[in-house]
T-cell receptor
Framework: ETGVTQTPRHLVMGMTNKKSLKCEQH?????MYWYKQSAKKPLELMFV???????ENNSVPSRFSPECPNSSHLFLHLHTLQPEDSALYLC??????????????FGQGTRLTVV | GQNIDQPTEMTATEGAIVQINCTYQ??????LFWYQQHAGEAPTFLSY??LDGLEEKGRFSSFLSRSKGYSYLLLKELQMKDSASYLC??????????WGAGTKLIIKP
């Protein structure tokens, strides 16, 4: 238990579906992140929110849409995904964005399969 | 470009010692992290190095040489529960974490 909770743990969706991933942290952290983890590849940073403001968007396709309504919650809205989007999606939080030594706490991820 | 290299997979024996290497080429350096990730679980923080030298934390130690762009994670007295992937990540000059692909460590009895 890392203090970061993600739901659902597993999701299978069709290419025409719309779904949302949810992340919640009550650690008092100011920064939250979405990562994509594919097999045998480095973690790919998708979005960064700092104090509820999106500060980074690493050229992610528009079919992924993040939302941060408050400092404790982060969503990733999905629509018209492609099979290559199948991966483990990890949420993380840290005390502040990028402060040296401030470790990130990860959720257990959502295993997404696009069919 | 920015790059983190670490071996894809390593095998070691229970009770032994294993060293997992990580080399990096990044735009700036603000520290290096090691994370452990068991299959199907969240990555968890193991260590952080920002100065050269060895940091020891129980059975795990992490070493950094900034001039060589090199770090290693040393695991002693290996236990079966140490079977996991070990992720190396560097904080660059923009305070962005650059991740390696991870090293899958297999422990055999």
């Amino acid at each position: 238990e890392t203090g970061v909770t993600q739901t659902p743990r597993h999701l299978v969706m069709g290419m025409t579906n719309k779904k949302s991933l949810k992340c919640e942290q009550h650690l008092g952290h100011n920064a939250m992140y979405w990562y994509k983890q594919s097999a045998k590849k480095p973690l790919e940073l998708m979005f960064v929110y700092s104090l509820e403001e999106r500060v980074e968007n690493n050229s992610v396709p528009s079919r992924f849409s993040p939302e941060c309504p408050n400092s404790s919650h982060l969503f990733l809205h999905l629509h018209t995904l492609q099979p290559e989007d199948s991966a483990l999606y990890l949420c993380a939080s840290s005390r502040d964005r990028g402060t040296g030594g401030a470790e990130a706490f990860f959720g257990q991820g959502t295993r997404l399969t696009v069919v | 470009g920015q790059n983190i290299d670490q071996p894809t997979e390593m095998t070691a024996t229970e009770g032994a010692i294993v060293q997992i290497n990580c080399t990096y080429q990044t735009s700036g350096f603000n520290g290096l992290f090691w994370y452990q990730q068991h299959a199907g679980e969240a990555p968890t923080f193991l260590s952080y190095n920002v100065l050269d030298g060895l940091e020891e934390k129980g059975r795990f130690s992490s070493f950094l040489s900034r001039s060589k762009g090199y770090s290693y994670l040393l695991l002693k007295e290996l236990q079966m529960k140490d079977s996991a992937s070990y992720l190396c990540a560097v904080l660059d000059s923009n305070y962005q974490l650059i991740w390696g692909a991870g090293t899958k460590l297999i422990i055999k009895p």
